[in-house]
């Protein structure tokens, strides 16, 4: 199993970019998937949640600015991020937890995927 994030960059303040995070391998159930960030010498954050059912829930910080969605069918969970500001300026990671199947039983993993760096200029 893994996840590859994409979609980071350079932005000014104010600017918008969108994260997507594509989970491939063989997976049996895919159940939360969320956003976590680390800004340069701080430690890592969460962002934002999604369950498998849609509901979520966002750090006080970006709430209003950022949204969290998926598609279950492409396994993929994304990051719209609006209005953004000098401080959202981080590495953003996705993360999903989810079970795997063996002929046997059911494995529950928590992955995480490599980062991809958002950095907003003022």
């Known amino acids: 199993v893994q996840l590859q994030a994409s979609g980071g960059g350079l932005v000014q303040v104010g600017g918008s970019l969108r994260l997507s995070c594509a989970v491939s391998g063989s997976i049996f159930r895919l159940h939360t998937m969320g956003w976590y960030r680390q800004p340069p010498g701080k430690q890592r954050e969460l962002a934002a949640l999604i369950s498998s059912t849609g509901s979520t829930n966002y750090a006080d910080s970006v709430k209003g600015r950022f949204t969290i969605s998926r598609d279950n069918a492409k396994k993929t969970v994304y990051l719209q991020m609006n209005s953004l500001k000098p401080e959202d300026t981080a590495v953003y990671l996705c993360?999903?937890?989810?079970?795997?199947?063996?002929?046997?039983?059911?494995?529950?993993?928590?992955?995480w995927g490599q980062g991809t760096q958002v950095t907003v200029s003022s």
């Open positions: 993360n999903a937890e989810l079970h795997i199947a063996t002929t046997e039983r059911t494995i529950a993993l928590d992955e």
